[in-house]
């Protein structure tokens, strides 16, 4: 059961489940049998990809905004986002008719940017090597008069995140080991607190990349390990510390973090290309790397793995599906 000290309950992730029910897509889960021969288990891949918006971060952004009062909703919201987080808030207040502002690394891939503006937001952008996003954001919010939600480190945020791993588990069935994708952590917390609650023995597993495991180093030392940014093509996953919110659900929840490298990340991208036929992005390939690559031992088990997001650019997927300099 849940601890009540941390943010959120499996109550809240199965009230959010409701709360975005009409609006999020309900996606699929695939399998395939050469994923399994390679690994001994029978995997369920919980294809976030095919979200709305294209990954798992719009479920928490709906289930947020919907909460707003009136005087928030006339304030409008304002976030910080390489690019999911902004995509989906984006979408989410124009569905419910928030006028919204993105703070967005200069560097973040094109797509996500165009893509921001063309669901209406006003995109700000800035240098993530120079300077501090969270301090950014938290001043422009108070010169605008609007609230900010944050990618990760929000209970409302965290919830709705959750409701991936309760329809993963609903449609799938019991698993004995959920592998999940880590950045900040509002996906790992949210989905910890879900499969906890529906399977109190399950094993679950958070999978960052190796140039940036400030989750791993958190984990085993037992407080929020904070480092500079991260180079690695899994640009979602390049945060430089877990939340508030989401570290003490992680280090109760959690059984331990795993890291793939780059490459191992480029691989598994080209599993999804050819053998299943779907794009995922580097960072929406996280923890199926760590299965496929075999940084865990998962045969004779049954596994659910959350592929986060697919939002790469094309010509990008090419150069590294292809082996090019990226």
Do not use: W
Request: glycine share 10%; charged share 20%.
């Amino acid at each position: 059961m849940t601890a009540p000290h941390l943010a959120i309950t499996y109550g809240d992730v199965a009230a959010a489940h409701d709360r975005i029910r009409e609006a999020a897509h309900r996606t699929p889960v695939l399998t395939s049998r050469t994923a399994d021969a390679l690994t001994g288990a029978q995997l369920f891949f919980k294809a976030e990809n095919f979200q709305r918006m294209g990954a798992f971060k719009f479920r928490g952004a709906y289930n947020a905004i919907s909460q707003f009062t009136a005087e928030q909703k006339r304030g409008g919201v304002l976030a910080f986002s390489s690019g999911n987080h902004a995509q989906a808030i984006a979408l989410a207040a124009r569905e419910l008719s928030v006028a919204a502002v993105i703070l967005m690394p200069q560097d973040a891939p094109q797509m996500k940017i165009d893509a921001t503006r063309g669901y209406g937001a006003e995109v700000v952008l800035f240098d993530r090597y120079k300077e501090d996003r969270e301090a950014l954001a938290t001043r422009l919010a108070t010169e605008r008069g609007m609230t900010l939600i944050p990618p990760y480190d929000h209970p409302h945020v965290m919830a709705g995140q959750g409701t991936a791993a309760k329809e993963l588990i609903e449609d799938a069935g019991e698993l004995d080991i959920l592998v999940v994708c880590l950045g900040g952590g509002g996906l790992l917390s949210g989905c910890a607190v879900a499969a906890r609650a529906l399977n109190p023995n399950i094993a679950i597993y958070g999978v960052e990349p190796e140039a940036g495991n400030d989750g791993q180093q958190s984990f085993r030392s037992g407080s929020i390990v904070h480092i500079d940014t991260p180079c690695t093509i899994a640009d979602g996953a390049q945060t430089q510390h877990l939340g508030n919110f989401t570290f003490p659900v992680i280090r109760s929840l959690v059984d331990d973090i795993l890291t793939v490298t780059d490459d191992e990340l480029v691989q598994t991208m080209k599993f999804f290309a050819s053998r299943m036929k779907i794009v995922v992005e580097p960072t929406g390939c996280l923890a199926a790397a760590a299965v496929l690559q075999g940084k865990l031992d998962v045969k004779g088990k049954r596994v659910g793995v959350i592929l986060s997001g697919g939002n790469v650019d094309l010509a990008r997927f090419a150069k590294l599906t292809l082996g090019e300099a990226v």
